[in-house]
């Protein structure tokens, strides 16, 4: 789903060697990469929303992601972000597939909310998410738990019978993790279940999803994470405290192309934040 000349300038801009390694070290090299080069965002979203909807929301396919990053700096929500990974790994070689979860958040439909990468190595899965950015992948045995870390960017693979549930911590919140639960048992899905999801995402439906409604980019660095929502910046360091401040649009403006390396050219593009849908 990638093309030569595609790949090429993705592992350009990633820094990636021509070829990583087929194994837990290349792997792990791919993902940090990727974790701390792609932000989690809905601006290509928020534009598309904004315009005639005559075409399909734009970002779902591989192709089309990587040529808006490389060109423009934007990232996109769980399934185009998963998808492009997900085609990058097995472009790269490796064992790869695409599975559904659930955020599970209240107010909001859960089956199948989320997708996200598993890649097989040497008889063990690993939980290779884009959105979570957790730099080192988390190994999936069953019965057991399992971290990838201390500090920010740790996640935790909690049992639940044959099943996981990855707690994580939003941007804003340190205290209380969000909640992810895989759904494995189903086994691997097509790229097209994730382009039909990430469709369905895109209704202006806010059971659908919460994040249709205003710009929201989240950038996993190595020693920090920002995010932007609203007219809001928030910074977490290495002492996990989140740092929040308000900003103006032009602030905004700035910090997107500046901080994020979002193109002046996209952000001028990004419509008017709305009140949140009912």
């Known amino acids: 789903m990638i093309s030569a000349v595609l790949l090429d300038r993705v592992k350009t801009k990633l820094g990636l060697p021509s070829r990583p390694s087929l194994d837990l070290a ?64 097995c472009a790269l070689g490796f064992d790869a597939w695409r599975i559904l979860g659930a955020v599970m958040m209240e107010g909001i ?7 996200t990468v598993l890649v097989r190595i040497d ?79 895109a209704l ?3 059971k659908r999803s919460p994040f249709n409604d205003a710009l929201f980019i989240g950038r996993h660095f190595s020693d920090r994470i920002l995010n932007v929502g609203r007219r809001t910046r ?11 401040r308000e900003i103006t649009l032009g602030e905004r403006a700035q910090i997107l192309v500046d901080e994020f390396g979002v193109s002046a050219e996209i952000v001028k593009a990004i419509p008017p934040d709305e009140e949140a849908a009912i």
């Open 123 to 201: 008889d063990t899965d690993y939980l290779v998410d884009a959105q979570l950015a957790a730099f080192s992948v988390l190994p999936l045995i069953v019965g057991q738990s399992a971290s990838t870390g201390e500090g920010i960017h740790d996640i935790l693979a909690v049992p639940r019978g044959d099943e996981f549930d990855i707690q994580w911590y939003p941007g804003s919140n340190r205290q209380t993790p969000m909640v992810t639960r895989l759904d494995i048992k189903r086994g691997p899905v097509g790229h097209d279940v994730f382009l039909a999801q990430y469709a369905l995402s």
């Open 204 to 206: 202006r439906d806010r």
């Open 26 to 89: 290349g792997l792990n090299k791919i993902y940090a990469a990727y974790s701390g080069h792609v932000p989690n965002d809905n601006i290509q979203k928020r534009i598309w929303l904004a315009g005639d909807k005559s075409r399909p929301v734009i970002g779902g396919e591989p192709n089309q992601f990587f040529e808006n990053w490389l060109e423009h700096g934007t990232g996109g929500t769980c399934f185009p972000s998963n998808g492009a990974l997900c085609a990058l790994l």
């Open 234 to 244: 928030t910074e977490i360091c290495a002492d996990n405290v989140a740092k929040k």
């Open 109 to 115: 439909e859960q089956d199948g909310n989320h997708g």
